[in-house]
C-alpha cells in the first residue's frame, strides 16, 4: 500500500529529472573540470563560482558535488562528476539517483521538524512518522520511519569557507519492520540553514557526511577574514 502512495510521486520526479538533466549537463562538466580535487584550496575556495559540498560515505574517500538545480517546493538537486544525484531539502536527502542503491521518496516532509526546530521551536514537532520508498539491490520497498529530534546547543564549525556559528541537532531514529536505529546529526544557522549533516539514508546504509564548502547568496565574508587571519597567525 505504501508503495502505491509513493511510486507515482516518484515517477513524477524522475520524468521532471530527466528533463532538465540536459540542460544542466554543461553546467556541471564545467564546474568539475578545474575541481577535480577531492579537496578544494583555500584560493579555489574563495573563486570557486558554485554552490557545492563535500560528499563522504562512512570510511570512503571524500568527494566534492556541485548544485546543479533548484525546484519547487525547495528541493536542492546536487551532482557529482559522475552524473549522480542527491536531493536535499531542509538539508536533508530526500531522493538520490543512479547509486547503487537509492532513495526513492518521503513522505509528510511538510512535517519534518528540521524546517522549524532552529527558527521556530516553541510551535515545532519534534515526533516524526513517514514513508519511503527504498531501491534496494534492484528491488523496491516500501517501509515506515519514526524519528526524535533535540537540540544539542551551539556550536562553531571550522568550515572550508571558515568558521560558522551553529546549532546542532541530533535526530534519533528507528527504521521499523528492521528495527535497526539511527542517529542524524544537523548543523543549522539561526535560519535554519543545514552546512553539515550526518544522515543514514536506510537500514544498513552507510552514513553519509555531506560539509557545505560554498554557498552562492550567502554572505560568508566574516568567515572568510576569520580564516585568513587565523591562517596567518598560524604562520607567524
Known sequence: MFRLLLIPIFLLILNACTAVTSEVRATVEYAFKDAEDAELSQEKIDSFP????????SDKPQSLIVLGYVNKPDD????????????????????TQSLNNNLL??????????????TAPAGCETHWQRQYDIDLHNKTLSRMVTSDFSVEGRQTLDLPIGPVVTTRVVEEGEFELSGKRFINQ????????????????FPGGDELTLTQV???????????????????QEAQ
Open 214 to 232: 560554498t554557498w552562492i547568496g550567502r554572505d560568508y565574508s566574516q568567515s572568510r577574514s576569520a580564516k585568513k587571519e587565523q591562517q596567518g
Open 50 to 57: 558554485y554552490t557545492s559540498l563535500y560528499a563522504q560515505w
Open 105 to 118: 521518496a518521503v513522505s509528510n516532509l511538510s512535517d519534518d521538524p528540521l524546517r522549524c526546530i532552529v
Open 186 to 201: 544537523f548543523w543549522l544557522e539561526d535560519d535554519g540553514h543545514v552546512v553539515k549533516s550526518k544522515q543514514t539514508l
Open 76 to 95: 536542492w538537486h546536487f551532482i557529482t562528476a559522475e552524473k549522480e544525484t542527491l536531493v536535499l531539502r531542509n538539508g536533508r536527502i530526500i531522493r
